[in-house]
């Protein structure tokens, strides 16, 4: 009798420790099923760069995708801003806008750079740096020009159209801001040119301050005005995508040579409807906008200019 009632605690004690290796861990307490992992927080950017164009346009998209490629590898996030059209008091909006939100660097293609300077040096005073590109701002405060030499991209302009024309001939020019410096600088070279060289007459010079429908206005009055013209020079990227157009639609065989490299101008060299192109090495604004925006936010000294190369392109 003794003996079964110790078998039967026995049996009990090892059914109890069995049930027990099952539901616990060494020290007693219960297991717990294991734990999702938490996902991983996206690390936050290391710099906030901002970027202000003249104008929304497809040539400026370009120069973004570039951008955005050079700041990948450093975590930078960028924020880009461009009124639909050139207007200035837009763009003096946006910059006011960064300022406040205290970004890390900005870079600016100013419409109006004496009217932009006050913006810029406010950065400048907030501890942001500053660099301009395309168009400069040279009274101002800020530390870096990102861009060609327009002068002898004009005069340049003017010794392509002189071997075109073979130093004579009647041309049409259409540019864009009337108060721009760089559109200014662009024309003053390739008229100083052509007086200089040649003997070629400018009939006329209109602006289109920045509008399509007004560019493409100018230029088909300025060709119905015209009619015996030997080239229509456009010197803004504006006239320049505009100018394709009128060349379909009015079948012209006459030499039409742009400033500025954009997918249509490429196109139109193709096709045969451009003749030339004066490129502005746009491919290298990106990488420079980056590099020296990283090297002032670390302290660093940055040169005052950068000048790419102008160069033309033909088909």
């Known amino acids: 009798m003794i003996a079964r009632r110790c078998l039967l605690a026995l049996t009990i004690l090892v059914l109890l420790a069995a049930g027990g290796c099952k539901s616990s861990d060494s020290s007693g307490f219960a297991l ?21 164009y003249p104008m929304a346009h497809p040539f400026y998209e370009m120069i973004t995708k570039l951008t955005e490629e050079a700041a990948k590898p450093h975590g930078i996030r960028l924020i880009v801003k461009a009124p639909e059209e050139a207007n200035l008091e837009q763009q003096i ?37 500053v660099v301009c590109f395309e168009s400069d701002a040279p009274a101002s405060h800020r530390l870096a020009y990102i861009g060609p030499n327009h002068f002898q991209g004009g005069a340049l302009m003017g010794k392509v159209v002189d071997r075109l024309l073979k130093g004579q001939g009647m041309v049409l020019v259409e540019s864009g801001l009337k108060s721009s410096g760089t559109h200014k600088e662009r024309l003053d070279g390739m008229l100083q040119y052509l ?6 007459q400018v009939l006329e010079v209109r602006y289109n301050e920045g509008s399509s429908e007004r560019a493409l206005f100018n230029m088909e009055q300025m060709i119905d005005n015209h009619p015996h013209f030997d080239a229509l020079i456009t010197l803004d990227i ?24 954009m997918p249509e101008v490429k196109e139109a060299l193709y096709n045969g409807q451009m003749t030339s192109t004066i490129s502005q090495n746009e491919q290298a604004w990106g990488k420079q906008i980056i590099a020296q925006l990283l090297r002032a936010s670390h302290g660093e000294t940055i040169p005052a200019a950068i000048y790419t190369d102008v160069v033309e392109v033909t088909k």
């Not at 996902?39 to 202000?52: D, L, Q, T, W």
Request: positive net charge; hydrophobic residues 40%.
């Open 32 to 52: 717990s099923p294991p734990a999702s992992p938490l996902p991983e927080k996206e690390a936050p950017p290391a710099y906030s760069f901002g970027i202000i």
């Open 93 to 129: 909006q946006m910059m006011e806008t960064m300022i406040k939100q205290r970004v890390d660097g900005i870079a600016i293609d100013p419409i109006d750079p004496d009217a932009l300077t006050p913006s810029i040096n406010k950065a400048i005073q907030a501890g942001i740096p």
């Open 238 to 261: 504006i006239s320049s995508s505009t100018s394709i157009l009128v060349w379909k639609a009015k079948g012209l065989n006459r030499n039409l040579i742009s400033f500025g490299m």
């Open 195 to 200: 007086k200089r060289e040649t003997r070629i």
